[in-house]
T-cell receptor, first 109, second 113 residues
């Protein structure tokens, strides 16, 4: 079966750095996506990785290792507004998105 | 105004009632999707459509039906609602070139008593 694993919840301190991991086992791979979802709101697109390596976009970076079936989302200089759930999703061989359950990130002052 | 609009945003109904959730978009995208989200679970795909004449079942289509009335409109129906269909429902769109980058509506929270 297809499976995406990410931690259920993480806590970090304002101004610090946090890394949210995602491991996947899917039938084929056509890219990995990270989305941010604030409580009660719609998910919004954060990043896309299809090749191995690090993609940086401001305070957020996303890393991919296809051989290990592994990705992480790195958030730097955490702000209170970063409190949200972060969803990892993989585009499989049929170009269908397979979603993880999401990681709820709690930021403390 | 939102690019992807869902109505109603909240609905409480009773078991056995027919419910329709509507979605309209102004992004000009051909691809539209209906997902449900439950606590502790990932987004699960109910139905998707790649153009007006194309309708496909997703992972959990049983108990649901859809209609693609136009490029911009995609409706989800629950013919006879049951309590385990209580969930947050999202409509989403994508362009053909960016299949993994979805644009979501604000969600429709449905409660079936």
């Amino acid at each position: 079966g297809q499976n995406i694993d990410q931690p259920t919840e993480m806590t970090a301190t304002e101004g610090a750095i946090v890394q949210i991991n995602c491991t996947y086992q899917t039938s084929g791979f056509n890219g990995l996506f990270w989305y941010q979802q604030h409580a009660g709101e719609a998910p919004t697109f954060l990043s896309y990785n299809v090749l191995d390596g690090l993609e940086e976009k401001g305070r957020f970076s996303s890393f991919l290792s296809r051989s290990k079936g592994y990705s992480y989302l790195l958030l730097k200089e955490l702000q209170m507004k970063d409190s949200a759930s972060y969803l990892c999703a993989v585009l499989d061989s049929n170009y269908q998105l397979i979603w993880g359950a999401g990681t709820k990130l709690i930021i403390k002052p | 105004d939102a690019d992807v609009t869902q109505t109603p945003r909240n609905r409480i109904t009773k078991t056995g009632k027919r419910i329709m959730l509507e979605c309209s978009q102004t992004k000009g995208h051909d691809r539209m999707y209906w997902y449900r989200q439950d606590p502790g679970l990932g987004l699960r795909l109910i139905y998707y459509s790649f153009d007006v004449k194309d309708i496909n079942k997703g992972e959990i289509s049983d108990g649901y039906s859809v209609s693609r009335q136009a490029q911009a409109k995609f409706s989800l129906s629950l013919e006879s609602a049951i309590p385990n269909q209580t969930a947050l429902y999202f409509c989403a769109t994508s362009s053909q070139a960016d299949t993994g980058e979805l644009f979501f509506g604000e969600g429709s929270r449905l409660t079936v008593l």
